[in-house]
């Protein structure tokens, strides 16, 4: 029964992609979209968020540094840290890197045993702001948390490290460019170099995006292709939001003189505020398409990807959905959406030489 009702599913959506629909089916999932933002209250869930992100954000800094400390000089990942983070507002992003400098600089920088436990420490610490995401996700998705505590804290775990690795090969990049670019031929080389580390960077937070979608929520793994929507919707609010909220604290913005000495913080509290909701709406896109394509079965409002689901699992009741029109016999138009990275991708190089006129000169 679960396998005719997906075959049915498929066939009606495209395939089984995600992203084949007709413009129909597009509008009345962006409707519904609209409408579960304001039921779902992501705007209040995303704020808890980014409270506890911020809680978090100096042990998951102080992880970082442990593990980068192990292979590669700390003051050298300090500096490559404020250069990454140069997009962000100029306030929030100087909060971290004076963070990251003074844990890279401190004597408690260990190796070995020391390091170690410091990280699960600081491990530890950074785990309560993925809880909190995971939480914001099942409601995203409509779902009961029902994973045991063993389970659910190895989730976050996971995460966790995801997170970290994530910055890594942020690192990685930022790093690696400006050595290629010192063995380049011709300054013509040299600057695409530097201007192709942001395309890499967003699909970096593409595939971070899709890793939360794809493990964070209380439900059966959706495959990559059901939950690329929702990354790359993700990254793009996620990366126009950093850089709209850059522009405007830089330039309009007046924290400093209302919040004094807690402008910075506020700065950097709005703007993980900013990418919990980007977050947030990619998981809802996908929760939507999720239903779309159910209701084209005509099945109930169920998730697609929990078909083989227990008996014991509890049914949900969830409001009624609108039925989804037939999609079109003809070749269906593109996805839309597709363009997104690069576009993101290029607001942030526009931020990115908006603030450093041009690359530092390394000795």
């Known amino acids: 029964m679960a396998t005719t009702r997906t075959a049915g599913m498929q066939s009606k959506a495209g395939g089984g992609n995600a992203w084949h629909r007709d413009l129909a089916s597009w509008k009345a999932i962006l409707s519904r979209l609209r409408e579960q933002i304001s039921q779902d209250h992501i705007g209040v869930v995303a704020a808890g968020i980014a409270f506890y992100t911020l809680l978090s954000i100096f042990p998951a800094i102080a992880a970082f540094i442990s593990v980068a400390g192990l292979i590669l000089d700390p003051a050298e990942v300090a500096g490559e840290v404020s250069d990454l983070v140069a997009v962000l ?45 995971i939480e914001g996700l099942n409601i995203a998705y409509g779902e009961q948390e029902t994973r045991g505590i063993v389970r659910l804290y190895a989730t976050a775990f996971a995460l966790t490290l995801g997170l970290i690795v994530g910055m890594a090969l942020a690192i990685g990049v930022v790093v690696l460019l400006p050595v290629l670019l010192a063995l380049g031929d011709t300054q013509a080389a040299g600057s695409g170099l530097l201007w192709l580390r942001w395309p ?88 939507e398409i999720e239903r779309q394509d159910s209701g084209a079965a005509g099945g109930a409002h169920s998730s697609v990807f929990d078909q083989a689901a227990p008996a014991s699992t509890p049914p949900k009741d969830p409001a009624p959905m609108p039925a989804a029109p037939a999609p079109a016999q003809a070749a269906q138009p593109a996805a839309p959406g597709h363009g997104l990275v690069l576009v993101g991708a290029l607001a942030l190089l526009l931020v990115g030489r908006l603030r450093r006129p041009g690359p530092p000169e390394r000795p």
């Open 89 to 133: 507002p100029e306030s929030a992003g100087a909060i971290i890197g004076d963070q990251v400098t003074k844990v890279a600089g401190g004597e408690n920088t260990a190796t070995g045993f020391v390091a170690l436990a410091g990280f699960a420490i600081a491990v530890y610490g950074a785990m309560k702001s993925i809880l909190t995401l």
């Open 200 to 287: 890499i960077l967003a699909g970096i937070a593409v595939l971070g995006f899709a890793l939360v979608y794809r493990i964070g929520p209380a439900k059966r793994s959706a495959g990559w292709r059901w939950i690329s929507p929702g990354a790359v919707l993700g990254t793009a609010l996620w990366i126009a939001g950093t850089v709209g909220f850059s522009l405007y604290a830089r330039y309009f913005g007046s924290y400093t003189e209302t919040y004094g000495a807690l402008g910075g913080v506020v700065i950097l509290l709005t703007w993980l505020w900013v990418s919990a909701y980007a977050m947030l709406m990619g998981a809802e896109l996908n929760s």
